[in-house]
């Protein structure tokens, strides 16, 4: 609704890799509390558009701002002390290490000695993964290291999460617990974007998506107005 706050803005982002235009132009704005979507086929933009609202990459032109500040130039540390946080498409676990100690890696930089153990046991809750917390990460299954890393993401604290295919590679069971999962955080307060090529998960879980075609918005609305799209329904079947 229109009174709502903007919490994240682009500004005419583009991204050129030497000659390819990756992302271009691009303007979007999320809400304080949306579930918003980022959807479109393979090669579209996504994950780079995600990189530099983290600062991984920086933009070749325009400005992104978050809660009214412009981040453009601002490290990926400061960022996420600021409150943004992200779950990479590739997995960015520690495998050696216990679930536990993945958590604690996380959430030192942002508790306090005395209350990380409660607030990492109150995620594990949460994420209803507390019987692995001193399993060794690569004994986890690939769904099982998704939701830690999204407890991690959880664990700076953040005021927007990003998450890049966090259905990836699951089955059905472990997508229906991601959905829930997405659900249930967003039901809290924490204003999430999420990117997927899955037209099924968005319509799961989603309120409002933006689909990307090379590098392009192509189209944007609720995730009912962009299923039935017909442009939408055909850049997906590849035509
Ligand atoms: P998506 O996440 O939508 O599948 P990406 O954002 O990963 O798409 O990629 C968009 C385009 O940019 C693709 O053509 C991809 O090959 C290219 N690309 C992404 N990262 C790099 C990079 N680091 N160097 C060169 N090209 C890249
Ligand atoms: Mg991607």
Known sequence: STNKKAILELKGVGKYFGGLRAVDNINLSVKKGDLHCLIGPNGAG??????????????????????NNAITNKRTWDRVKLGLSIKMQIPGV??????????????????????????????????????????????????????????????CKPKMLLLDEPAAG??????????????KLNDKGLTILFIDHDMD?????????????LGNKFAEGTVDEIASNQKVIDIYLGK
């Open 46 to 67: 996504k994950s780079t558009i995600f990189k530099m609202i983290m600062g991984v990459y920086k933009p070749t032109s325009g400005s992104i701002l978050f809660e």
């Open 94 to 155: 520690y495998g050696d290490l216990t679930a536990y100690e993945n958590m604690k890696i996380a959430a030192q930089n942002f508790y306090k000695r005395r209350e990380m153990n409660n607030k990492i046991m109150e995620l594990f809750d949460l994420l209803e993964i507390t019987n692995l917390k001193s399993k060794i990460v690569n004994n986890l299954s690939h769904g099982q290291q998704q939701w830690l890393e999204i407890g991690m993401a959880l664990a």
């Open 170 to 183: 699951l089955g059905p069971e472990e997508t229906n617990y991601t959905s829930d999962l997405i659900r």
């Open 201 to 213: 998960f968005v319509k799961n879980i989603a309120k409002s998506a933006t689909v990307l075609h």
